[in-house]
């Protein structure tokens, strides 16, 4: 199934604060977690695609990796899912378009980095978009809203 964009929804902008901030240690942290389970890392140069490749007993691997920075501590049950930036749709849809059909997990990081939520891609395709209300997010944004018993709490 290929995603397509949605009509009239923005996107935040770049910032290049917030990348800085949230895309070195985040991958840093995944590429140690994903090694220690086996991984031999294949790519995670930035070209502003998939931010790993990496390859466990012949299988080939994608992940996706982003810091929630409102999430300290225990998470809190209150929040009953997990957003991803609607605009992911297009790293989902370049993924399904290879010949080799790898595996691809989004990370969503605590603000330590010491746990992560484990998504599977094709939760993320099947889950509920819509527009989200909060703090840093812009009017028409829309987000994958995954509730967070669909993804695996790890240990990093």
Do not use: C
């Not at 397509?4 to 917030?18: H, K, L, M, T, W």
């Not at 691997?61 to 929630?68: P, T």
């Not at 993924?95 to 603000?111: I, T």
């Not at 809203?145 to 695996?152: D, V």
Request: hydrophobic share 35%; charged share 30%; no cysteine.
């Amino acid at each position: 199934m290929r995603l397509e964009p949605i009509a009239g929804a923005v996107n935040i902008p770049f910032s290049r604060q917030r990348y800085d901030a949230a895309d070195s240690p985040a991958k840093k942290k995944i590429i140690e977690y994903l090694i220690s389970n086996g991984h031999e890392i294949l790519d995670a140069k930035e070209d502003f695609s998939v931010d790993i490749k990496s390859k466990k007993a012949d299988n080939i691997y994608f992940s996706e990796v982003e810091i929630k920075f409102s999430w300290k501590g225990d998470w809190n049950p209150n929040w009953t899912e997990i957003r991803i930036p609607y605009r992911k749709h297009k790293l989902i849809n370049k993924v399904h378009s290879l010949d080799s059909r790898p595996f691809f997990n989004f990370y969503v990081l605590r603000q330590d980095l010491e746990y992560a939520w484990r998504i599977k891609d094709y939760v993320v395709e099947q889950a509920e978009v819509k527009e989200a209300k909060g703090r840093y997010i812009q009017k028409g944004e829309h987000f994958f809203h995954i509730p967070y018993n669909k993804a695996e709490l790890v240990k990093l």
